[in-house]
C-alpha cells in the first residue's frame, strides 16, 4: 500500500470520525431547547434532526465547507510539497478530534468550529508562514465569532419584545396569538429561504436570477403562512365559564383609571362648587371600575397563556427544524473542509486547482452526522431536555429564531461559526427581555474565555500532530 | 459543549420564594387555635401551639437562607433583586411577628375580657385576611413570570394590590375601636395585663402593614401602561 493510500484512509476515517462527534454533541445544543420545552418528544426530535442536518450539510454546506477548506490557507504555498499540505490537514482534523474528547472529559464548552479554524490557521502560519494565510478572511471569521451571538441575541430579544407587546400585554393573549402567528412564519420563512436561494445552490447547478428568488420565497413563505392560519384556527379560545352581567374587558379599566387621575387633575386646578361636583364624578368612575373588576374570571388569564404556549409549541418544532437545517449547514464544514482539500490533493497529487467541495464528500459529512446522532446524540439530547425545563415555547421560539437566521446567514456568507455561542446568545437576548427566570451569566464569560484559549490551543495540538506525522509518513 | 446551554439557566429563586410563602402561612395560620386556647384559658394548650410556631417560623428561615445562599451577583432576574431580596424579607417579619404574639401570651396567663373579646376577634381575622390577600398575590407570581408581568396579569394582580391595601385600613380602624373597648376595660385589669395586650395588639396589627407593605412591592414588579 502507497503512502497515499494509507494517507487517503487515514483522512477519511478522522473526517468521518469528526463528522460523528459533530452528530454526536453538537446537534443536542440545537435541538435540546425543544425537547426541554415539550414541543417534541425525543424520538420526533432525533428524526427530524436527522432529516435537517443531513439536507442542511447536503444542499448548504459547501459555502462554509469551501472557506475552510480553501479559504483559509492559500495552498500555493505548498505547491513544491502537495503532502505537507495534507499532513497538515490530516492534523487539524485528529488533534481537534483529541482535544474534543479530552474537553468533553473535563466538561470544557470548546467549540469544534474554533478548534479546526484554529488548527488550520495554526498549521498554515507556522509552517507555511505568515503569507501563508488569507488574514482579511481570517479577520472575517473572528469577527463573525463575536458578532454571531450578539446578533442572535439581539433577535431573539427583538423578537420575545414582539411577542411580549402584542400577545402577553394585551388583554386576548390567545386571539393575538392567532393572528400573530401567519407573519411570525411568513417573515422567518421569507428570510431563510431567500438566504437560500439567492446564489445558494449554486454547487449544485441550482441558479435563479433575482425575480425568481423573490417570486419563490413569497410565494413559499405565502403558502407557509397560509398552512400556519388554517392550523391555528383550529384551537379554540377559552371562554368565561358563568354568564356575566358585564363583560371583563382591561383596556375598559385602563381608561377609567386615565380618566380618574385626569379628573383628579382638573379638580385640584378648580375651587368651590366646581370642584366638588368633580369629586362626585371621580367616585362615580371609582364605582365603575369597581364593579369591572368583580367580573374577572381568575382561571381565564391562566388558561389563555397555557393555549398561547400550545400555539408555540407548533412554532417552535419549525424553528428547531430550521435549527438543525443551519446547524447541518454550517458544521459540517469541520470535517470535511480540511477531508476535502487533503483529498483533493491525495487523488490529483497537486495542490488545489478548483475551491469547491464536491457533493458526495458533503453527503459523506452528512452521514457521519447523522449516524453520530443516531448512535450516540439521541443520549444528550434526552439529558438537555430533562435539564432544561425553563424555557417555555414562546420563550424557545423567541431563542431559535435568532440563533437560526443567524447561523444560517453565516452559513450563507461562508462564515464557520459555533451554533452553540449563538444560541446563548440568543437566550441571553431572550432573558433581558425578561424572560427567563433566572439567567447565569457566567456562562458569557466562559464563552469570552474560550474565544481566547481555543486559537492556541487548537493550534498548538495541530502543530504538535502534524510533526507527529511528518515523523511517522515524512 | 453541552454543558454551556444547561449552565446557562441558574436556580430560579421564584419557587422557593412561593414555598416560603407557605411557611410563613403556616405560622399566621396557628393564630387562631393560639387565641381559642387562650379564652379557654387552656395556658399549656398556648405553650404548645407557641413552640409549634417557633419550629415552623425557624424552617421558614432557613429556607429563607437558602434562598438568600443562592443568589449570586451573577444571575441576572427579570425583576429587580432589590425587590425581591426586599419580598422575602417582608414575608419572613411576618413569620418573625406571629411568633412574638405566641411568645408574648406565654409570658403570664393573661385574660381575655368579655368586654373587647369580639372586637379583639374582628382585628385578628381582619390581619390573617389581609395577610391571605398578600399569600395570593404571591401564588399569582407563576402567572405573572409567564406573561413578563404585564398585560390583563398584572393589572389583576394590581387590583389584588389595592384590595390588600383596603384591607390593611380596614383593620386598621377595627385597631383604634379595640384600643377604646381596651381603655374603657382598665379598671378590670393589672397594669401589666394592659401593657401586654397593648403590645400583642401592636404586633398583631404589624402583620396587616407588613402585608400591605409585601403587596406594594410586588406591585413595583409589574409593566403598566
Known amino acids: 500500500m502507497s503512502v497515499e493510500t494509507i494517507l487517503l484512509i487515514l483522512v477519511l476515517v478522522a473526517g468521518f470520525y469528526t463528522a460523528w462527534n459533530i452528530g454526536a454533541n453538537d446537534v443536542a445544543n440545537a435541538m435540546g431547547t425543544s425537547v426541554g420545552s415539550g414541543a417534541l418528544t425525543i424520538k420526533k426530535a432525533v428524526i427530524l434532526a436527522a432529516i435537517f442536518e443531513f439536507t442542511g450539510a447536503l444542499f448548504f454546506g459547501s459555502h462554509v465547507s469551501d472557506t475552510i477548506q480553501s479559504g483559509i490557507v492559500n495552498s500555493e504555498v505548498f505547491a513544491g510539497n502537495p503532502l505537507i499540505l495534507v499532513y497538515g490537514m490530516l492534523a487539524a482534523l485528529t488533534g481537534t478530534g483529541i482535544w474534543l474528547q479530552t474537553a468533553s472529559y473535563f466538561g470544557w464548552p470548546v467549540s469544534t468550529t474554533h478548534s479546526i479554524v484554529g488548527g488550520i490557521i495554526g498549521f498554515g502560519a507556522v509552517i507555511g508562514g505568515i503569507d501563508a494565510i488569507y488574514w482579511d478572511n481570517v479577520g472575517f471569521i473572528f469577527l463573525s465569532w463575536v458578532v454571531s451571538p450578539v446578533l442572535g441575541g439581539l433577535v431573539a430579544y427583538f423578537i420575545f419584545g414582539i411577542l411580549r407587546k402584542q400577545i402577553f400585554y394585551t388583554s386576548e393573549p390567545v386571539e393575538n396569538a392567532k393572528k400573530l402567528t401567519p407573519i411570525l412564519i411568513f417573515v422567518f420563512v421569507i428570510i431563510l429561504v431567500i438566504l437560500l436561494m439567492f446564489h445558494g445552490l449554486e454547487h449544485i447547478n441550482v441558479r435563479f436570477n433575482f425575480i425568481q428568488t423573490v417570486a419563490i420565497s413569497l410565494g413559499f413563505a405565502a403558502l407557509c403562512s397560509l398552512l400556519s392560519y388554517f392550523w391555528v384556527n383550529g384551537i379554540e379560545v377559552p371562554t368565561a365559564s358563568k354568564e356575566k352581567q358585564t363583560p371583563y374587558n382591561p383596556e375598559v379599566i385602563l381608561a377609567l383609571d386615565k380618566a380618574k387621575k385626569n379628573l383628579l387633575l382638573a379638580q385640584n386646578s378648580s375651587v368651590g362648587s366646581h370642584r366638588y361636583q368633580l369629586s362626585l364624578l371621580s367616585d362615580e368612575i371609582d364605582n365603575l371600575s369597581s364593579s369591572y373588576k368583580q367580573n374577572e374570571d381568575p382561571e381565564l388569564t391562566r388558561s389563555q397563556y397555557a393555549i398561547v404556549e400550545r400555539i408555540f409549541g407548533g412554532l417552535q418544532i419549525i424553528t428547531a427544524c430550521c435549527m438543525a437545517f443551519a446547524h447541518g449547514a454550517n458544521d459540517v464544514a469541520n470535517a470535511i473542509g480540511p477531508l476535502s482539500a487533503a483529498i483533493s490533493i491525495l487523488m490529483t497529487g497537486e495542490i488545489l486547482k478548483t475551491t469547491v467541495v464536491p457533493v458526495w464528500q458533503l453527503a459523506l459529512g452528512g452521514v457521519g452526522v447523522v449516524l453520530g446522532l443516531a448512535t450516540w446524540g439521541w443520549r444528550v439530547i434526552e439529558t438537555i431536555g430533562k435539564k432544561i425545563t425553563e424555557l417555555t415555547p414562546t420563550r424557545g421560539f423567541a431563542a431559535e429564531f435568532g440563533a437560526a437566521t443567524t447561523v444560517v446567514l453565516a452559513s450563507r456568507l461562508g462564515l464557520p461559526i459555533s451554533t452553540t455561542h449563538t444560541l446563548v446568545g440568543a437566550v441571553v437576548g431572550v432573558g433581558l427581555a425578561r424572560g427567563i427566570e433566572a439567567l447565569d451569566l457566567r456562562t458569557t464569560r466562559d464563552i469570552f474565555i474560550s474565544w481566547i484559549v481555543t486559537i492556541p490551543i487548537g493550534a498548538a495540538i495541530t502543530i504538535a500532530t502534524f510533526y507527529l506525522l511528518l515523523e511517522i509518513f515524512g | ?225
Open chain 2, 1 to 225: 459543549m453541552l454543558s454551556a446551554i444547561m449552565n446557562l439557566f441558574g436556580r430560579s429563586p421564584f419557587a422557593p420564594l412561593q414555598s416560603h410563602m407557605n411557611q410563613v402561612s403556616e405560622c399566621v395560620r396557628h393564630l387562631k387555635t393560639l387565641f381559642e386556647a387562650v379564652k379557654r384559658k387552656d395556658y399549656d394548650e398556648v405553650q404548645s401551639i407557641t413552640d409549634k410556631i417557633s419550629e415552623l417560623e425557624h424552617e421558614a428561615d432557613v429556607t429563607k437562607n437558602d434562598i438568600r445562599n443562592h443568589l449570586p451577583k451573577s444571575l441576572f432576574l427579570p425583576i429587580d433583586r432589590g425587590n425581591l431580596l426586599e419580598v422575602l424579607g417582608l414575608q419572613d417579619k411576618i413569620a418573625d411577628r406571629a411568633e412574638e404574639v405566641a411568645i408574648l401570651l406565654t409570658l403570664k396567663q393573661i385574660d381575655m375580657l368579655d368586654t373587647f373579646k369580639d372586637d379583639f376577634n374582628e382585628f385578628l381575622d381582619k390581619n390573617i385576611e389581609t395577610f391571605d390577600c398578600a399569600r395570593l398575590i404571591i401564588k399569582e407570581m407563576h402567572e405573572l413570570l409567564e406573561s413578563s408581568f404585564g398585560g390583563a396579569e398584572a393589572i389583576k394582580v394590581r387590583a389584588m394590590v389595592d384590595e390588600v391595601s383596603f384591607k390593611e385600613h380596614e383593620a386598621d380602624i377595627i385597631q383604634r375601636k379595640l384600643l377604646k373597648s381596651l381603655f374603657k376595660a382598665e379598671n378590670e385589669m393589672t397594669y401589666s395585663s394592659f401593657h401586654l395586650w397593648l403590645k400583642i395588639f401592636e404586633t398583631l396589627g404589624s402583620i396587616s402593614n407588613l402585608s400591605e407593605k409585601l403587596a406594594n412591592r410586588v406591585r413595583l414588579m409589574l409593566e403598566l401602561k
